[in-house]
DNA sequence: TAATGGTCCTGTTTGC
DNA sequence: TGCAAACAGGACCATT
């Protein structure tokens, strides 16, 4: 499941190997994998070719590819937006490779050297082609305008992030995949986070002290690097491969996906709990229940 | 079978 | 009380 730290070792995978690159052809084999390109996949695939890669950036769960080659100097630029979902590659393969089952959409390059491949099983992710736009003094895809900045984020300001989830009224998990307050953490992360903070999450964000919040913040920021470090190790440079198992992190969690396992802190087990129709993990004495659910 | 989950969409609730 | 904003929850997918 990609969350940021996945996310990133995508990007650093395209930074080496597709930046600076020209696109000379884009097939879409599923209409659904581009349906963010309004225009849709034909002028997806026609308004690419011929342009280069300048740069790759990532706020978030969200990459994309800065392009140049644009025939109006003048405007704002263009990149290629793109978002894994749950199941969603980018890989970087030999043309001669066999297309795999979930093959969504395909880039060659000018270069003939490796293309790059969106893979994606469950076609939640997705790619599109969208105007570049300045936020908070910031340059970003117009729809990752309203996307918070993530923790490793230069500018990233932790005592913003504090104040804004203490005047939500919600619970704490909620706030923490609240991608407009701040951006990367998902299901896995979050749990992990609470774990580390000694939070519930249905804590309600409201009655967090400053320094709680500030705390969880930490521990999610920290658990994320640890997992890129992880993450990153195991990355196979030819390859660009998202696929969660490829990284060793997994060993690692504390909680999550851990039931019945005992909690690394103080031995109870694991116990389990659903969460807006999915999972949370936690420990049942570091992470006690609020008293009103 | 039910579980998996990030984001989008819609209906409901809350706060001013 | 009326309105807008915030919030909660389901839908979307494919596979095991």
């Known amino acids: 499941m990609p969350e940021l730290p996945e996310v990133e070792v995508v990007r650093r995978g395209l930074e080496a190997h597709v930046a600076g690159r020209v696109i000379a052809e884009v097939e879409v084999f599923h209409p659904r994998s581009v349906r963010r390109h309004v225009p849709g996949p034909v002028d997806f695939s026609a308004r690419l070719v011929g342009r280069r890669v300048q740069a790759t950036r990532r706020r978030g769960k969200y990459l994309w590819l800065e392009l140049g080659g644009d025939a109006h100097a003048d405007e704002p630029g263009e990149a290629v937006l793109g978002h894994l979902g749950m199941s969603g590659q980018l890989l970087l393969q030999p043309p001669a490779t066999v297309d795999q089952t979930h093959l969504r959409v395909r880039l060659r390059f000018a270069d003939a050297g490796p293309e790059l491949r969106f893979v994606d099983q469950r076609t939640f992710g997705g790619l599109s ?10 340059t970003v895809p117009r729809p990752v305008a309203h996307i918070g900045r993530d923790p490793m984020d230069p500018a990233f300001d932790i005592a913003t992030v504090v104040r804004a989830m203490r005047r939500k009224h919600t619970e704490v998990k909620r706030a923490l995949l609240d991608q407009t307050l701040v951006s990367g953490i998902g299901n896995i992360y979050a749990d992990e986070a609470l774990w580390r903070a000694r939070l519930h999450w249905a804590r309600p964000t409201d009655k967090l002290s400053s320094a709680k919040a500030r705390e969880l913040l930490d521990a999610a920021t920290q658990v994320m690097n640890e997992a890129l470090g992880a993450g990153g190790t195991s990355f196979d440079a ?16 504390a909680v999550y996906g851990q039931e019945g396992m005992p909690c690394p802190r103080c031995g109870r087990p694991i116990r389990r709990e659903p969460f807006m129709n999915r999972s949370s993990y936690s420990c049942p004495r570091c992470q006690p229940r609020p008293r009103a659910a």
């Open 129 to 138: 082609l969208e105007d570049l736009v300045e936020v908070d003094g910031a």
């Open 238 to 253: 030819l390859y660009v491969n998202v696929n969660g198992q490829s990284g060793y992190f997994e060993r690692s969690l």
